[in-house]
């Protein structure tokens, strides 16, 4: 004949016994998988993807109906991720992005489109946003889109393409990116 108690009494402290079995084995299973770290600390910063920048703005050059420029970087900035979209709506368009590390660890995002700018910011922003001001840098007035608790957006119209930075950089942040690509030579066609 079974010992066991009545199903009444048993208690929290009972079904507390029976789970500290299961939650070690959780633990020595994460443990093994390498899929757990602890750190006291809090976290840590770890290495910068690689990106070959060149060869993408290269290739978005030769594809894509709008001049795409590649700036000249400053020495301790890495180019960290890229990617090509379409831009949707009336006066939508393509877009080629690719993003940067500063020397302060902060990103910044490069776009350019031949997207209407209302479209761009969208995209880009996610929901529309208003004009807050402008930027003069590298030679072009930058309209800055802001707000309480937002990243900024510059953008500027340089003919037949629209250029937009945004990230978590400072204003110098953004003005050394807005004179390299003001700088950077416009591919021939």
Known sequence: MASSKPRILNSNRDMLWSLIPLALFAVIIAGIASQCTFSPGGPTTGPIPSFDVDAALDYDAQTLPFPVRNPEIPEGWTPNSGSRSIVTGNDGGDAT????????????????SNAAEDELVRFVAGEPRSATGTENAGGQTWIVYGGADVEPIWISDFGDVRVLLTGAGDD??????????AAAEVPAP
Request: negative net charge; charged residues 20%.
């Open 172 to 181: 110098d942040a953004f003005r050394t990116l807005a004179d390299a690509v």
């Open 97 to 112: 992005t690719v993003g940067y590390i500063d020397t302060a660890g902060r990103y910044l995002q490069l776009t350019q």
